[in-house]
């Protein structure tokens, strides 16, 4: 019988990239599965509750709105306003629903040494209608997600230490 080598599995990033380019979807998990803590403490909402917002009847969206929204970036394209100033678009996805994200020059500038295709961010911006139901997200703040999965758990003991630091430090 033949023997094959023994090779470590792909990392599970990896094997989420490779799932997306060949099924077109993300079938043993999300990149954002491992962002859950700081997604949490930021209180923002996803594309996909927005978008469920924007379809609401009873509940409107409405030009110049301001949101702090996550996901993670893709689709990211640099282009030249017709003034000849860059800007970028791109997609934010939370593995249910997108929505297109806007960096005008300012932005772009403050931002574009971390950005950059999967990173998982929060971000607080407005919205720009283009009629009820289309929208952009303009970026005001970009902050990028700590991967909880590979941080160091803390123990509890741990954790009753850090509050009373934190509290005395504060």
């Not at 080598?5 to 990149?31: D, V």
């Not at 720009?128 to 990028?144: A, C, G, P, Y």
Request: aromatic share 8%.
């Amino acid at each position: 019988a033949d023997s094959y080598p023994q090779i470590e599995e792909f990392p599970h990033k990896t094997i989420l990239e490779m799932e997306k380019e060949s099924l077109g979807i993300y079938f043993s998990g999300h990149p954002l599965d491992g962002y859950s803590s700081d997604i949490k403490a930021s209180a923002a909402i996803g594309p996909s509750a927005l978008i469920k917002m924007a379809e609401d009847e009873s509940e409107s969206l409405s030009d110049k709105q301001k949101f702090k929204i996550y996901g993670l970036i893709s689709k990211l394209t640099l282009r030249k306003t017709s003034s000849g100033n860059m800007m970028a678009t791109g997609v934010l996805e939370d593995g249910i629903g997108e929505c297109e994200i806007v960096f005008f020059k300012n932005k772009l500038a403050e931002y574009e040494s971390v950005l950059a295709e999967g990173i998982a961010v929060v971000i607080e911006g407005y919205i720009s209608l283009r009629d009820e139901s289309d929208f952009s997200i303009v970026v005001n703040k970009l902050t990028l997600l700590r991967d909880n999965s590979k941080m160091p758990k803390v123990s509890e003991k741990d954790k009753s230490k850090q509050t009373k630091t934190d509290s005395i430090s504060k």
